[in-house]
């Protein structure tokens, strides 16, 4: 796959010049160019393209951050996706000392993209900007909807981390209840979303929420199933019974798994999941405890299935590929398997990797 930072290419450049030429004619457009395609350019990653793109615009638009605005407001329209993050962005950094023409600008310029990245240091500066978020949780358009949750979400990745809220979540969840019950599931999504931020560091209060939204309606239970992934892969007991997985008289039999593979290669293991009375809702994971550098293990959780199961016995095989990934480096050596059932850790057994 092509990497995401190629989308900031020569051509799109050309574009964004060009379209800016239209509404300021002033506009040094083959010097705007050069200052970006160069032999810099290639060895620059995703997020320091979007920057210099950005600094290259405070430096050949109106020296007025205002004026600059306005065309931009002007141009923005005609670009989409990943491409677009280049004008909150600016905003982000020519924009801080200008709050109401910057904030409303990010409402404007995330029904393009998004200016979730970019309205987080307006939030560190002014926090009464949480206020405006309940506003934006009322707007007509999805796209603000969204921004009022995924802006506030304490953990957002590639995003700068909310401390304040890491500590207390308090005011995001005033703007959450505001969306729990939202029509678009592109906005149910960032409140599940934001929930499962919360979790990481108020599992208690993210809890409650689950406790109190679960049962109110389709959206609110979706939204308490995804939120609360974090916790279901930790084992939460108490997530764990609000969904109904119990582990009582569950056993797990004749558990078999491949003895040796080579990186590049599938694992093959298998299970049976049995208990004297209808096995009921059963969370189906199995976890790795993959050999690292310094001998020690590095332990990771991968799902099979939930299911309602009506049977007292329940068969289950499952192949894992072993092959090579960026997040991960694999060593030779023993590594462990172990089956995982509504929480609880069964049988573990032990298979060789060769990389």
Partial sequence: MEPFKNIYN?????????????????FKKKAFINSLINEDWEVKELKERIRAISLSLGEFLEQDYIKSLEI???????????????????????GLDHYDASVEALRIFTSQCSSEFAVRPFLIKYPELIDLFKVWAKDENEHVRRLASEGCRPRLPW???LKEFKKDPTKVLEVLELLKDDESEYVRKSVANNLNDISKDSSNIAKNIFKNWHGNSKNTDWIVKHGSRTLLKAGDKDVLKLFGYICDGIVIKNLQVDKRITMGEYLNFSFDIYSEKPLGKLRIEYKFGFLRQNNKTNYKVFKISEREVVEHELRVQKSHHFKK????????GVQTLSIIINGKEFETCEFELIV
Avoid at 12 to 20: F, G, P
Avoid at 72 to 94: A, T, Y
Avoid at 325 to 330: A, L
């Fill in 325 to 332: 990934v960026t997040t991960r480096k694999y060593y030779s």
């Fill in 10 to 26: 020569e051509q799109e450049i050309i574009k964004l010049a060009n379209e800016i030429a239209k509404v300021y004619p002033e």
């Fill in 72 to 94: 931009l407001k002007q141009v923005h329209i005609n670009f989409s996706g990943l491409f677009h993050l280049v004008f909150p962005d600016f905003v982000e950094v020519f």
């Fill in 159 to 161: 995003g700068i981390a």
